[in-house]
């Protein structure tokens, strides 16, 4: 009965978050609608995700039973036994829901998957709010369409790292957008993101960093001390992402040495869908992250979907040359730019330590939806250019019909 209950209870505050945010932030009504069909979509996602799991199995069952056999207490359970980052994160966020309450794992998936649901929630109202124009391909709206992807709402339906990492971020990029007003918002998330995946909560800070002092709005000293700050930040941050990496120092060498190590775990004969990227040439391996699997590498329907969105990501790839220009990169809205900065490193990281097209799917759900954004805002700052041509040469032309109807007034007078 607990279980109907929170269930229901968190739906329907979604349902009213949905409405209040929509007009809070002037969304036209259909763009609300959206948002609640999103939400229904995205519960479907959470009891399928709880079915696939039951099945084929996953770590996310391991959480939610706090039996997860690398973080096992010894002695007396409490639940500040198992605080700590990564994996013991997760097990202090399921112990009081789970141990406590007794909850069932499903109720647990709809917990997870609606922070999920409110970090897609985030990016969707940043991207209403801030890009000029749509763009349709075969007649279909980029926008709202790309939010319906299977792999934005499979990995963050449910129990795991993937829906706190990727609501963490979408928080934290949101809370960037007016970090002068939403600051300590950007702090909370932050330490969401750091205490389940480090590395990811470091890449945060320096592509905020980055983003900001690139932007023309602070005074050149503001801007010092910003990049001192970031500095300073992640030097502290640097032991603890190490301990986390299982390396002794944060350096290229033993960045290197561990890739070499986890592509040669993840690409032995007994893995699914594995792929040898030792064998491949470094454009491979970024092509093999950014858009693999594709319809030759689907081994399951999860695949054959992802297979659609890789090559609507490919697609989109080719209009970055053409579209890009300083004026967009400098008009382009502040959480984006963060977004694609974070974005470059960590897809350089995991190209070169991701050998399981399975894995690829879930670790670049974090950021990939940015990059997709990258292009999408492209193309539309690109027309938005085109459109002021066209209505300026509209107002000189009228302009001279109007010079040429005075002058042949004046003749006639």
């Known amino acids: 009965m607990l279980d109907i209950i929170v269930i229901l209870l968190v739906i329907l505050a979604l349902v009213n978050s949905n409405s209040s945010m929509a007009k809070r932030f002037g969304l036209p009504y259909k763009y609300e609608l959206h948002l609640h069909y999103l939400l229904a979509y995205h519960i479907f996602f959470s009891f399928f995700f709880t079915w696939y799991i039951m099945n084929y199995g996953g770590d996310s069952q391991g959480y939610w039973r706090l039996g997860m056999e690398q973080a096992l207490v010894r002695g007396e359970v409490t639940w500040m036994s198992y605080f700590g980052d990564s994996t013991w994160f997760i097990l202090w966020l399921c112990y009081i829901p789970s141990k406590i309450f007794g909850l069932s794992y ?19 109202i ?21 939010f319906y992807f299977l792999n934005l709402h499979f990995w963050t339906a449910g129990v795991g790292k993937d829906a706190i990492c990727f609501w963490g971020i979408a928080w934290f990029l949101f809370a960037l957008q007016k970090y002068k007003s939403r600051w300590w918002q950007g702090l909370i998330a932050l330490f969401f993101v750091y205490m389940a995946r480090p590395h990811m909560g470091q890449a945060l800070i320096g592509g905020a960093a980055m983003a900001i002092m690139m932007g023309s709005e602070l005074k050149i000293h503001f801007k010092i001390v910003m990049g001192l700050a970031a500095g300073v930040g992640t ?13 002794e120092e944060l350096n290229l060498e033993s960045l290197s040495q561990l890739s070499e190590t986890t592509a040669g775990n993840l690409s032995r004969g007994n893995v699914g869908s594995a792929v040898d990227i030792s064998s491949y040439s470094l454009p491979m391996r970024l092509f093999t992250y950014m858009f693999r699997p594709l319809f030759f590498d689907a081994h399951n329907f999860v695949a054959l979907f992802s297979s659609v969105e890789n090559l609507v990501y490919l697609y989109l790839s080719f ?3 053409r579209n890009w220009s300083p004026e967009a990169i400098r008009d382009m809205p502040l959480f984006l730019k963060a977004g694609i900065i974070t974005f470059i490193p960590v897809t350089l990281a995991f190209m070169n330590a991701l050998s399981n097209l399975g894995v690829v799917m879930r670790m670049k759900n974090m950021t990939m939806i940015y990059f997709l954004l990258f292009c999408f805002f492209l193309i539309s700052y690109n027309k938005q250019l085109r459109i002021q041509k ?8 009228k302009q001279r019909e109007e010079i040429k109807a005075r002058k042949s007034r004046r003749y006639a007078g």
């Open 106 to 124: 499903i109720t647990g998936n709809i917990l997870f998957g609606a922070l999920g649901f409110v970090g897609i929630r985030y990016i969707f």
């Open 126 to 146: 940043l991207t209403a709010e801030h890009f000029p124009h749509n763009y349709e391909i075969f007649g279909v709206p980029l926008f709202p369409t790309v």
């Open 235 to 247: 030097y502290f941050l640097l032991g603890s992402t190490a301990e986390f990496l299982k390396v």
């Open 319 to 321: 209009f970055i040359y």
């Open 390 to 397: 066209v209505q300026e040469k509209m107002r000189y032309y």
